[in-house]
């Protein structure tokens, strides 16, 4: 997420008006900027240590063609970080970095390339080399900060719970919004303690995060994208390899002693007791039992944390 | 464990001059009960989601022959508890239930067997065909903590802390013994603040335990015993998998910015932006990072607990 606050204080972003548009079921909606100027380029990346983040300003087509140099879109877009190549390229083609209908190459323009992650000082280099543009690297932490109060504040619909794949909408107070704790989940996991614009105090993290979920989903059920993986998690059945309670104790003993019977006792513990081996396993039910054993467990931290 | 101060203050256990004996380095040494009667028959039994823990009393085969009736070892044993029947064809050719020279099926002799975990309702019946006994159930989390504060109290050695395979023991002051905080690594992970004799309450706990290491162990390196997985881990190189701060952003940067490079950042991490697929990795780096994230995770989730 990009430093919002900066680029609107700077006049460089118009947030008036700003909402979600397109198919609000989609993984990553446009969000709708109409006042935005269509002059120059946006553009800001995260490069993290599995994903590339990029976020840019496209302006609408029939504004451009009535002379009107206002409205367009963010666009959300990420690329694996070990395919830089195609991030590279598709900066190039789509001319992000020096607006549209100006040359690539000249670097005279009012050129807006602000980046965030460990990755944007170790690629710093490639992007000079290839675009001859330097990265003004910001602080992550401030700029994922800024960004979730801009989500809280200014995009209703960006606030939701989701259960079974289904959306409700969050009604976000703006008197009681701080302080709230925000999750980033990225390869790792952050905690970030957020008391207001640009204060925050990240209080934990975990090293089983996205990257440790998806890792080993590679590893044990083949998958190679991780859309592939949500989607059969989505199809699968935990309890062929996870103990619960009912499990250990039996289901009667549950019922007399008032222990909830499904509560989740062992992530893949079921494994243990069974002669089966990898290939036995459904892909479905390994990715299923990945999720919530992960899932859970950030629940967990995040949950110790606040309730000691 | 089983419930040691019950059997103390009946009279069934003799606890003076109790100290760990044989060879220390041992994974379950067994512990020396110097003034404890051979007569009548001392066992107990924990049966968890996994193991089969057992602990009997065996007196000392010379003090058996020279008429002294006092004198031996308390031992420890575990088995799958998948494997059930091999647990009661041990406790059967040992005769641990009806003590030594006396004959198998009798049961008008003074029999104690204590019984904890899930398994002792669950298998409740099981004991009572082949044995003809009725467990006698003990509150789980009240014999842990027994176990604990007796070994805590009366075992020297038996506090030590280990570092690459290397003990050092532990003094641990009788008078500022309490509160502690008990970990209680099973297949899954319950945490039991400490606050005296019978005085203690399960503070949190975690479905990511030695369930889900080993699971995880047994169908990424396909091995079956608990033991050829330990002895993996030893062997192995966690970086090879595990993604650390260095690698996200460059070393360089890491000194620059005072970041510690080798901080873990996200486990398995590394396998995101590889090639290479399961049949790829070395069985020893595998149990490697597994040990080291869940370890890891359980520290976490207890320090979180701790100092929120």
Redesign the interface.
Same mark, same amino acid.
């Given at each position: 997420m990009t430093n919002l606050d900066e680029m609107e204080y700077n006049g460089l972003l118009d947030l008036e008006g700003a909402e979600l548009c397109g198919d609000l079921e989609e993984r990553n909606p446009p969000i709708s900027l109409p006042n935005q100027s269509s002059d120059g380029a946006l553009l800001a990346v995260d490069i993290?240590?599995?994903l590339i983040k990029l976020v840019y300003f496209e302006g609408n087509e029939d504004a451009m063609s009535h002379g009107r140099a206002t409205g367009g879109q963010l666009r959300f877009v990420k690329f694996?970080?070990?395919r830089l190549d195609e991030c590279l390229e598709f900066i190039r083609l789509n001319r992000l970095l020096y607006g549209r209908g100006l040359d690539t190459g000249s670097t005279s323009l009012n050129v807006k390339f602000k980046a965030t992650?460990?990755?944007a000082?170790?690629f710093a280099d490639v992007f000079k080399e290839k675009f001859g543009v330097s990265l003004d690297k910001l602080d992550e932490m401030d700029t994922v900060v800024t960004g979730a109060n801009f989500l809280l504040k200014k995009i209703p619909n960006e606030s939701f719970t989701c259960m079974h794949g289904k959306r409700t909408p969050v009604v976000v107070s703006q008197q009681n919004l701080f302080p709230y704790l925000l999750v980033n989940i990225?390869?790792?996991v952050s905690m970030i303690k957020v008391m207001g614009n640009r204060k925050f105090e990240r209080v934990?993290g975990?090293?089983?995060? #996205?990257?440790?979920m998806?890792?080993?989903a &590679? !590893?044990?059920t083949?998958c190679t994208r991780y859309d592939d993986f949500l989607q059969l998690s989505q199809q699968g059945d935990n309890l062929v390899?996870?103990?619960i309670?009912k499990?250990?104790?039996?289901e009667l003993?549950c019922l007399k002693?008032g222990l909830s019977a499904s509560t989740?006792?062992?992530?893949? #513990?079921?494994?243990?007791?069974?002669r089966r &081996? !990898?290939s036995d396993?459904k892909a479905e039910d390994?990715a299923t039992t990945l999720l919530s054993?992960f899932t859970?467990?950030i629940a967990?931290?995040i949950y110790?944390?606040?309730y000691?």
């Open positions: 993290g240590g599995t694996q970080t070990s992650g460990g990755g000082f170790k990225g390869s790792g934990t975990t090293h089983i995060g #996205g990257g440790t998806f890792g080993l &590679k !590893l044990l083949g390899l996870d103990l309670v499990d250990i104790c039996g003993v002693q989740l006792a062992s992530s893949f #513990g079921k494994v243990l007791s069974s &081996k !990898l396993y390994l054993a859970y467990n967990q931290v110790s944390f606040i000691p």
